[in-house]
C-alpha cells in the first residue's frame, strides 16, 4: 500500500515537472525591436563603465533592453549564421560585442566598418568584450 502510494507521488511529481519544463520550452522570446529601451548610451561610455567597476555596471545593464550607439569595428557571419557586430569601445583591448537576434526579421544585416549605429539588446555582462544578444537595429 506504501509502495503504490509513493508510486503515484512520484507520477504527480514528474507530470508537474515535464509541465512546467514545457511551458518554460514554449516561452515566446521578448520582443527587443519592440520594447522600450531601459537605458540609452555610448558604446565608448558603457566600455568605460564596466572597467571602472564592473559589478556597478552590471546591477545597471544586466538583462536590461540597453539602446546602444557606436562606430561599428567590424561585422562578421558565424558558421551557423548569426550576425555579429563589434562596436568600438575606445579601447584596444576590447569592444561592444553585439549579436543581432535570430528571433526578429533583420531590415539590414550588413554593417560597415566606421558606420555609426544603434542597437537595442539585452547585456548579459563583460568577458573581456561587453557582450549584447538578442539585438536588433534600432529604428532612427
Request: charged share 25%.
Amino acid at each position: 500500500m506504501k509502495s503504490k502510494r509513493l508510486l503515484y507521488i512520484l507520477l504527480a511529481v514528474v507530470v508537474i515537472g515535464g509541465a512546467v519544463g514545457y511551458t518554460l520550452w514554449n516561452k515566446p522570446h521578448q520582443d527587443i525591436g519592440a520594447a522600450k529601451a531601459d537605458i540609452a548610451i555610448d558604446a565608448v561610455a558603457l566600455y568605460n563603465e564596466y572597467n571602472t567597476d564592473e559589478n556597478a555596471a552590471n546591477a545597471k545593464y544586466l538583462d536590461k533592453v540597453v539602446a546602444i550607439t557606436g562606430k561599428v569595428k567590424e561585422a562578421a557571419k558565424d558558421g551557423d549564421g548569426a550576425v555579429k557586430v563589434s562596436l568600438e569601445a575606445g579601447s584596444d583591448m576590447g569592444v561592444v560585442a553585439c549579436e543581432l537576434s535570430p528571433f526578429a526579421s533583420h531590415a539590414r544585416t550588413d554593417f560597415q566598418a566606421g558606420e555609426q549605429v544603434t542597437f537595442k539588446g539585452k547585456c548579459t555582462g563583460l568577458n573581456l568584450d561587453v557582450i549584447f544578444v538578442e539585438c536588433v537595429e534600432a529604428k532612427k
